[in-house]
């Protein structure tokens, strides 16, 4: 979840959401100047769903020249964070990834709600390593809030 700027007011978030039917709820709080790494707050529906206010960073393209690459680096910017609601993979009977197919979200700052809504979040799979290495499938989506 994006804010306009980029910049979180202070004060008592509270999330409560719904991944795939399961509900759960946690609440974070934000200081007025949030640490360069974050605020991260852990979420009680299980040990695998994270809420945390993670920095925006900034990284430059990759550019090689005879095998040597650089440019591989990210740095957080300034004053700019995103919210973050990290959902692990889970793995079906069969082994196979299983992806949300629904996360509802309500989510408020001091009881004013910002944001209501259900998403289904898009998935891909990619080979990281190159064929025949494995797949992974991730599902994402991104949210502005008001």
């Given at each position: 979840?994006?804010?306009?700027?980029?910049?979180?007011?202070?004060?008592?978030?509270?999330?409560?959401?719904?991944?795939?039917?399961?509900?759960?709820?946690?609440?974070?709080?934000?200081?007025?100047?949030?640490?360069?790494?974050?605020?991260?707050?852990?979420?009680?529906?299980?040990?695998?769903?994270?809420?945390?206010?993670s920095p925006m960073e900034s990284c430059p393209s990759i550019a090689c020249n005879a095998g040597a690459c650089g440019g591989m680096g990210c740095t957080p910017m300034p004053g700019r964070f995103q919210m973050i609601l990290?959902?692990?993979?889970?793995?079906?009977?069969?082994?196979?990834?299983?992806?949300?197919?629904?996360?509802?979200?309500?989510?408020?700052?001091?009881?004013?709600?910002?944001?209501?809504?259900?998403?289904?979040?898009?998935?891909?799979?990619?080979?990281?390593?190159?064929?025949?290495?494995?797949?992974?499938?991730?599902?994402?989506?991104?949210?502005?809030?008001?």
């Open positions: 979840m994006r804010s306009p700027d980029d910049a979180w007011a202070p004060g008592t978030y509270t999330l409560v959401f719904s991944i795939d039917g399961v509900a759960g709820q946690c609440t974070m709080q934000v200081p007025a100047s949030p640490l360069p790494d974050g605020a991260p707050g852990l979420c009680a529906i299980t040990d695998e769903v994270m809420l945390s206010l990290n959902i692990a993979p889970r793995s079906g009977a069969d082994g196979a990834p299983v992806v949300v197919r629904q996360v509802a979200l309500d989510l408020s700052v001091d009881g004013k709600t910002l944001l209501n809504t259900a998403i289904a979040p898009t998935a891909t799979t990619a080979d990281p390593d190159g064929p025949g290495c494995g797949t992974c499938t991730n599902a994402s989506a991104t949210l502005t809030v008001s």
